[in-house]
C-alpha cells in the first residue's frame, strides 16, 4: 500500500521511504479522521479526483469507511470510482497550470498561439477541466499545452515532465487523446464533399484572384477569369517501413526520401477545401486522378453556377495539364505542346499566354503559405521517426490532416499571407466547425 504524500523529499530513496513507511497505526488514524470529519473527507476526494493519489487497497478502504459513516458520501464515492476515478500511476501529480492563468508571452513561447486565441479553440477538445483517455485521467489545458508544444518544436514527452509534472507515459496518453480527437475534425477535408462547404464564397473567391491579377498588370479576359482555387502537392517525410515492399511503395526517387503525399484544394480566404494523402511516389496528376479531383470541382462549380452559364477552375502546376476543371501554365516554351511553326505564326497569343502565366506565379504562390505554415511553424514534421507508418497508437493518417485542421484554426485566429494577399476575411470559428460538423455527419 502508498500513499502519495505531497512533500518534496531530497533523493528518489527518500521519496521511495516517504511513500511506503506509514505503519498500520497511521493508516487506521487516517481512516478514522475520514470516518468523522468531512472536511477531511472532501479534501481526500479531491486529491482523489485530481490524481494526487493512487486508487488503491488503502483508498479504497477508506472509501468503505466514509461509505458507513455518510449514506450521501456513499452515493459521492460511487460516482467518484464509476466515473471520475480511471485507473492512475505516475510518478508525480500534474502541476495546477492553467491557460487563463499563464502569462500571454509564456503561451506563445511554448504553443506558438496568442493567449486569448487558444481559449478560443479549447473547447473543441473538450469543454471539461479533466478529460480521460486510456482508463486515465489528466487536466485538459496541459495535454492542449502539451500537446501545441510538441507539434511546434517537436519535443519529447520526457521533456514536459519537468514543465507540467506527471510521466512521459502519461503525456504519450495525453497526445494521443488530443490527435483522435483533433482527427473527428480533421477527417472531414478528406470527404467526398470538403469543397461544398465553400460554395456560398465561390463567387467572391473567383473575384479576389481576378484583382490580384489585375494589380499584377495584367487584366483577364473572357476564358481568364475564372479561377476560384489552386491545386497543389507536398511531399512529408515518414521513417522507413520495416516492411521492404511498403518501404518501396513509399519511396520517392525525386526527393530521395520515403514520404507521404498531400493534395490540397486552397481558396483565396486561407482554408484548404480538399486534402488527398497518397505515397510520395504517385505523381501529383495520379493522386489527382486516383481521388477524381476533376468530379469534385465539378460538382462544386455547378453548385456555385446554380444553373447558369459559365465556368471555373482550379489552377495547379503544369504537372497536372488542362484538363476538365483543371488548368495549368501555358508552357509556351514546350515543343510538345507549341510547335515552332504555332509559335511563328501566333505571336500576338504566344506573347498573351506568357503574361497569363506570369501572372499566375503570384497568385499559385499563395497555395506554399499553406504547406510554410506546416513545415516551418509545426517542426513535429521535421522529425520523421514520429510519422512512423508501423506505429499502432499513433497512424501518420490521422496526425497529418490534423496538422492542416490546426493550420485552419490559426487562420482563422490570425489570418494568413493567402487572406491578406487576397483581401479576404477566413470563415468565422463558428461557421467553420458546423461546415465540418456538417459533413462528418453524413
Request: charged letters at 25%; hydrophobic letters at 40%.
Amino acid at each position: 500500500m502508498r500513499l502519495r504524500l505531497h512533500k518534496r523529499y531530497g533523493s528518489a530513496n527518500d521519496r521511495w521511504q516517504a511513500r511506503t513507511n506509514l505503519d498500520d497505526f497511521k493508516l487506521e488514524a487516517l481512516k478514522s479522521a475520514c470516518a468523522s470529519n468531512d472536511a477531511i473527507t472532501q479534501i481526500f476526494m479531491n486529491h482523489l479526483r485530481h490524481g494526487h493519489l493512487p486508487i488503491n487497497n488503502l483508498t479504497l478502504g477508506v472509501i468503505r469507511r466514509m461509505s458507513q459513516h455518510n449514506g450521501d458520501m456513499a452515493k459521492a464515492m460511487k460516482r467518484l470510482l464509476v466515473i471520475d476515478g480511471p485507473r492512475i500511476s505516475f510518478s508525480q501529480p500534474f502541476k495546477p497550470i492553467r491557460i487563463s492563468t499563464m502569462e500571454p508571452e509564456l503561451v506563445f513561447q511554448r504553443t506558438g498561439w496568442r493567449k486569448e486565441d487558444l481559449l478560443a479553440i479549447v473547447y473543441l477538445w473538450s469543454e471539461s477541466e479533466y478529460v480521460s483517455h486510456k482508463r486515465h485521467r489528466f487536466p485538459r489545458d496541459l495535454a492542449i499545452l502539451m500537446a501545441l508544444e510538441r507539434i511546434r518544436s517537436g519535443a519529447d514527452f520526457t521533456t514536459f515532465v519537468a514543465t507540467y509534472g506527471g510521466e512521459s507515459r502519461r503525456w504519450s496518453e495525453a497526445f494521443d487523446w488530443f490527435v483522435c480527437i483533433g482527427y473527428e475534425y480533421a477527417k472531414a477535408l478528406m470527404q467526398e464533399d470538403a469543397l461544398m462547404r465553400y460554395v456560398e464564397q465561390g463567387e467572391e473567391c473567383n473575384t479576389a484572384i481576378n484583382n490580384v491579377l489585375t494589380e499584377s498588370g495584367f487584366v483577364p479576359g473572357e476564358g481568364e477569369n475564372n479561377c476560384v482555387g489552386l491545386l497543389d502537392a507536398t511531399m512529408i517525410d515518414i521513417a522507413n517501413p520495416g516492411n521492404a515492399v511498403v518501404q518501396n511503395s513509399f519511396y520517392s526517387g525525386y526527393s530521395g526520401k520515403t514520404c507521404l503525399k498531400a493534395l490540397t484544394l486552397i481558396f483565396p480566404n486561407g482554408m484548404t477545401g480538399f486534402i488527398a494523402f497518397s505515397s510520395g511516389r504517385r505523381p501529383d496528376h495520379a493522386i489527382a486522378r486516383d481521388f477524381e479531383i476533376n468530379a469534385k470541382i465539378r460538382k462544386f462549380v455547378r453548385a456555385v453556377l446554380n444553373g447558369r452559364p459559365g465556368s471555373y477552375y482550379f489552377y495547379g502546376d503544369k504537372i497536372f495539364s488542362i484538363s476538365g476543371f483543371i488548368r495549368s501554365p501555358n508552357d509556351v516554351d514546350n515543343r510538345r505542346r507549341f510547335s515552332r511553326e504555332f509559335v511563328a505564326e501566333h505571336p500576338q497569343w504566344i506573347q498573351r499566354m506568357r503574361q497569363q502565366d506570369e501572372a499566375m506565379k503570384q497568385v499559385r504562390a499563395a497555395v506554399e503559405h499553406s504547406y510554410a505554415s506546416i513545415k516551418n511553424e509545426m517542426r513535429y514534421t521535421e522529425n520523421r521517426m514520429k510519422h512512423c507508418l508501423s506505429r499502432s497508437q499513433m497512424q501518420v493518417s490521422k496526425l497529418v490532416p490534423l496538422l492542416f485542421f490546426i493550420a485552419d484554426l490559426k487562420t482563422i485566429c490570425v489570418g494568413n499571407q493567402r487572406n491578406a494577399k487576397f483581401l479576404m476575411k477566413p470563415p468565422t470559428m463558428a461557421a467553420y466547425i458546423a461546415g465540418l460538423e456538417n459533413i462528418n455527419s453524413f
